[in-house]
């Protein structure tokens, strides 16, 4: 596909749970991002890889969050132990150069 | 780290009418991205101002970026139905490119027929 594509698109899941997101970059984009966008609230930064540099983890908010890029190109958001808070669309973006493109995001629900 | 803050939080505006949104930056500015969502969807990127007194435009949306590069508005000309949605502003912290972007909370805008 042409643009940046997410899995799943929703997923709803049991306080304490692990989850995985996932995200499909635009071909030959070196750079890929991951934002949090909770209800009100503007998009908050999480975790930005360039290359294979060494991965901006800056704004993960605990260290229940982790990710993962393989081969300079998938990348996987793992929450794990989820807790109702975590609840957010989670949205991924790539980018060469500017400007950033984004996929539609996973809404994740934790009850 | 850099703020952004986007006014109004909300705007209603009846279809035909003119509408700006604003987007102060703390910091100067490197690079201000202008995106739009709809509901469950993406960010779709509109426009990216660099320079001091810099406008750009595409259809009936323009968007300009003061000399002091701390501040950004996006004007809409004769609003329609499809401008609906939320605008976020976008900073770039660097000028460095593929840089992460802070953004504003976003401004909702309902287009009333």
């Known amino acids: 596909g042409a643009g940046v594509s997410q899995s799943p698109s929703n997923k709803v899941t049991e306080k304490g749970k692990d989850v995985e997101l996932r995200c499909d970059p635009i071909s030959g984009h070196t750079a890929l991002y991951w934002y949090r966008q909770s209800l009100g609230q503007g998009l908050e930064f999480l975790i930005y890889f360039q290359g294979n540099s060494a991965p901006d983890k800056s704004g993960l908010p605990s260290d229940r969050f982790s990710a993962e890029r393989t081969g300079g190109s998938v990348s996987t958001l793992t929450i794990q132990r989820t807790q109702q808070e975590d609840s957010a669309v989670y949205l991924c973006a790539s980018s060469f150069l500017s400007p950033l493109h984004f996929g539609n995001g996973t809404r994740l629900t934790v009850t | ?113």
Not at chain 2, 81 to 109: V, W
């Open chain 2, 1 to 113: 780290s850099q703020e952004l803050e986007q006014s109004p939080q909300s705007l209603i505006v009846q279809e035909g009418k003119n509408l700006t949104i604003n987007c102060t930056s703390s910091k100067t500015l490197y690079g201000l991205y202008w995106y739009k969502q709809k509901y469950g969807e993406g960010l779709i990127f509109l426009m990216m101002l660099q320079k001091g007194g810099e406008e750009k435009s595409h259809e009936k949306i323009t968007a300009k970026l003061d000399e002091k590069k701390q501040q950004s508005s996006l004007h809409i000309t004769a609003s329609q139905p499809s401008h609906a949605g939320i605008y976020l502003c976008g900073a770039a912290n660097s000028n460095f490119g593929n840089e992460k972007l802070t953004f504003g909370t976003g401004t909702r805008l309902t287009i009333i027929p």
